[in-house]
């Protein structure tokens, strides 16, 4: 089993900026990919950003020059660093990861989610 544990959200005024970060845990033998996502009121979840084992990133257009995603490999962490916050912003913010396992039946992939952290960004 594979758990990813949030943290890092909070209210923060327009421009400011937040950092939020996620652990994996448990059954890893590597993670492909790693990303965030958000979710907010009454909206579907959407990928925010995410990076691959390589440390390749990859950015919706709405946040690109103001949101990074660094990746520790050795730590199974990735983080989120948001900078320029804007209202719109506001959602909760899931952590998500390609996990490959090891079991019984062998190797395969799995994809995780974390708890989510809600982050508000008040005008």
């Known amino acids: 089993q594979v758990r990813l544990v949030e943290s890092g959200g909070g209210l923060v005024q327009a421009g400011g900026s937040l950092r939020l970060s996620c652990a994996a845990s448990g059954n890893i033998f590597s993670i492909n990919k790693m990303g965030w996502y958000r979710q907010g009121p009454g909206k579907q979840r959407d990928l925010v950003a995410d990076?691959?084992?390589?440390?390749?990133?990859n950015y919706v257009d709405s946040v690109k020059g103001r949101f990074t995603i660094p990746r520790d490999n050795a730590k199974n962490t990735v983080n989120l660093q948001m900078n320029s916050l804007k209202p719109e912003d506001t959602a909760v913010y899931y952590c998500?990861?390609?996990?490959?396992?090891?079991?019984?039946?062998?190797?395969?992939?799995?994809?995780?989610w974390g708890q989510g952290t809600q982050v508000t960004v008040s005008s």
């Open positions: 998500n990861a390609d996990v490959l396992t090891l079991g019984q039946s062998g190797a395969a992939y799995y994809d995780y």
């Open positions: 990076i691959t084992e390589g440390g390749r990133t």
